[in-house]
């Protein structure tokens, strides 16, 4: 795994400044003003944050050109450069230069690097629906002053709007009981369409030609039609046709029935329009809200994050479905269905029977005939009805259980976080008086709830377990620290996202006493104590000691030292007070 | 030599012109309604540019009541359309939700962030008061109407 080793500010009249990490805490002390958020940011920056009035800062103005970060693990070295101005950008692996020219090409090129595994990485991208990179986990790992304590969406990034609109779809991915099987299901889904698109072409096809095989077999007197009787059938009846013989075509019927049957089925006709007519209102309705549901789920199926957008609306349109009326409507549509059916019927015995009163002669007989012949072996030829209804079944299943798994989350994974959160807040008794307090209560625990990226703890009562809500704000900050940490122990064993092993904290002392900070001391004694977090690392921006944190890092830099005055070292005048 | 733009060109600056509408749509529907669900910003941006753009406007701000069903009417046989436009309005509410021109609120309704922004199409009186009316209708009963009278 990659880890920071160094950040080398450039100043403008060639002068650099190194600042070395190295693994596990990495500690930067500062007193107010001194830049310690601008450090925080500037690590985010130098990660591909696209910040594009760094420049203009005070205290990077005319003093810091540019940048270089290097990261490196056992075998490998990634060094990034980047000008503050947006101008310049190099990627360098290995000590090979790749050319990039934006900041989009820089973050594309870290990403491939960081990607442990390329195919899990392009089954990530087809869960999630489009091609996040490492830069929205860099949510799990930047914790920053104004969000220290928030127990409610903890992960502080995740006010940031950018963040969020990604949010539910990593976060669905994070804690998908069966992701195999939903990208499984993708694909199935992704080949039906495109079969069930193309056999559409070919069922349009067939469609007109059926009308006139209908319309050939009406004028020839035959009472049948292809949506009504099976087209071997149709052959069978047509092969033991006399051509020349009108009288044979036209069945048994003779000329004055046949009139009287006309003019009763033209009477059926106009009853069966007006009928039809009535019904249309309800029935343009109706497919009005099936037309606008099929658009959403169009929508929803091509960008998902529209789903929290439109998918409110979606609901209500099938719920619309679901009241009493549409129900009704429901109903009465089928019974329309069925005299459309029949009208049809009807429709094609009148011509059929119009054919017998006004017999074509028998050249035009013969040559609807052979027409006819064609047409059916056309149409036999390419006959994709049946497959066509089957395709659409199956995308139908496979879509609804699509739709039911990406809802299922894996109360095992929560049930892992919540473990170690509580596992971490637990190693805080040694010093913290509220820690100790909090695990005094009966059956003291922290959950992690998915919905809201809460971290809430709970106690027992006659074995129903209570949320309990505190309004301390260090107690708060701990129970957030280790949400932290849980999160990144899990991110460490999953090869499928391209997360950096680091954790980006900004002065999380803030709302601790003298006793009760050390619990964060504490806290991160306990995750170094597994020896699969050693590669892991955290910067500590703090304005106190690290004594007095109980952290006795690996790396300490005080940013106010000889020769500088801040986190800039070629900026000596002022301060950083936009940003403290 | 004179040359024509290609389809792929036309669609493009058809796709800005359209997401620039309901840009500026969008937020002047929510500075008079205040709070909204999707559903009713929908329903309402599509209905407001139909009266901006179409010039279909049998009524304004003198009529008194039954605004929702008196605009629906207003652009009758546009479903289509409507059907159409859902892609711009999905596009341009994530264009201003990442803006943070606009945000969720409590019961993921939707709402301006901060203030009014600077540059705002300003809405006739018969808008206003549909925008109003529309906020106290319930959503299905919204809906309804845009597919009984569109």
């Not at chain 1, 903890?154 to 069966?178: C, I, N, P, S, T």
């Not at chain 2, 159409?84 to 939707?110: H, K, N, P």
Request: with cysteine.
């Amino acid at each position: 795994m990659f880890e920071l080793r160094t950040l080398t500010l450039n100043s403008f009249d060639g002068r650099s400044y190194p600042y070395h990490f190295e693994r596990g805490i990495n500690y930067i002390e500062g007193l107010n003003n001194t830049g310690k958020t601008a450090f925080v940011q500037f690590i985010d920056f130098m990660l591909g944050h696209d910040d594009k009035g760094i420049a203009e800062r005070p205290w990077y103005c005319g003093t810091l050109k540019s940048a270089e970060l290097a990261l490196a693990d056992d075998c490998r070295l990634l060094e990034l450069y980047r000008s503050l101005d947006g101008v310049d950008y190099e990627v360098c692996f290995n000590g090979v230069a790749t050319d990039v020219r934006t900041l989009a090409d820089y973050v594309s090129e870290v990403n491939s690097i960081l990607c442990q595994n390329q195919r899990s990485l392009m089954d990530f991208w087809q869960y999630v629906g489009e091609e996040l990179t490492y830069r929205t986990f860099t949510l799990f790992s930047f914790l920053e002053e104004d969000h220290v304590g928030q127990l409610n969406c903890f992960f502080g990034k995740l006010h940031e709007v950018r963040y969020r609109v990604k949010e539910r779809q990593l976060f669905d991915y994070l804690f998908a009981r069966d992701v195999s099987r939903i990208l499984a299901l993708e694909k199935d889904a992704k080949r039906l369409t495109e079969e069930k698109e193309e056999l559409a072409i070919k069922a349009e096809k067939n469609k007109a030609l059926s009308k006139r095989i209908d319309d050939e077999l009406a004028t020839l007197g035959v009472h049948m039609s292809l949506e009504e009787d099976d087209i071997a059938r149709i052959e069978e009846v047509l092969s033991s046709f006399d051509i020349t013989s009108p009288e044979r075509l036209g069945g048994s019927r003779g000329i004055s029935e046949s009139t009287f049957a006309a003019a009763t089925l033209a009477d059926q006709i106009r009853a069966l329009e007006a009928m039809l007519s009535e019904r249309d209102m309800e029935d343009a309705e109706n497919t009005k809200r099936q037309r606008l549901l099929a658009r959403l789920e169009e929508l929803i199926d091509e960008k998902p994050e529209y789903n929290e957008l439109v998918g409110p609306t979606h609901s209500l349109l099938e719920d619309l479905e679901e009241s009493t009326s549409m129900r009704d409507a429901q109903v009465q549509k089928e019974v329309l269905e069925r005299k459309k059916k029949q009208l049809n019927r009807l429709r094609k015995d009148l011509k059929a029977s119009e054919s017998v009163l006004n017999p074509v002669d028998a050249d035009e007989r013969f040559r609807v005939a052979t027409l006819l012949s064609d047409h059916i072996k056309e149409y036999k030829s390419c006959d994709v009805r049946e497959r066509f209804e089957g395709i659409q079944r199956e995308l139908t299943d496979v879509r609804k259980e699509l739709r039911k798994l990406r809802m299922q989350i894996d109360e095992t994974k929560i049930d892992t976080i919540s473990a170690a959160i509580t596992r971490r807040y637990k190693a805080a008794c040694e010093s913290s008086a509220f820690v100790r307090d909090d695990f005094e209560l009966d059956g003291f625990g922290v959950r992690y709830v998915r919905n809201g990226n809460l971290i809430q703890p709970y106690f027992h009562q006659d074995d129903v377990p209570i949320n309990y809500y505190t309004g301390s704000r260090a107690r708060h900050a701990l129970l957030q620290l280790s949400g932290y940490l849980a999160f990144l122990e899990m991110l460490r064993t999953r090869t499928d996202c391209p997360s950096l092993p680091l954790l980006v904290i900004d002065n999380i002392s803030a709302p601790f006493d003298a006793e009760n900070v050390r619990g964060i001391g504490d806290v991160l004694r306990s995750f170094y104590s597994e020896d699969e977090n050693a590669e892991i690392q955290v910067f500590l921006f703090e304005n106190k000691a690290p004594s007095e944190l109980g952290v006795n890092p690996s790396v300490y830099v005080k940013l106010e030292c000889e020769g500088k005055t801040g986190f800039n070292p070629f900026y000596c005048s002022g301060g950083y007070g936009e940003d403290e | 030599m004179n040359r024509t733009p290609s389809n792929s060109l036309v669609a493009l600056e058809q796709r800005s012109v359209q997401l620039s509408i309901y840009f500026d749509i969008i937020p002047s529907v929510l500075c008079v309604g205040k709070v909204l669900s999707v559903t009713k910003l929908l329903v309402l941006s599509f209905i407001i540019k139909h009266r901006f753009y179409s010039g279909a406007r049998s009524y304004d701000g003198h009529a008194k009541a039954f605004f929702l069903r008196k605009a629906t009417c207003d652009a009758s046989g546009s479903f289509i359309q409507f059907l159409d436009e859902t892609r711009y309005f999905c596009e341009a509410m994530l264009l201003l939700l990442e803006s943070e021109i606009v945000c969720y609120g409590q019961d993921g309704e939707l709402r301006l962030h901060g203030g009014e922004p600077s540059s705002i199409l300003v809405l006739g009186k018969f808008e206003s008061r549909l925008i109003k009316e529309c906020r106290n209708l319930d959503d299905s009963f919204v809906l309804s109407e845009v597919l009984r009278n569109v």
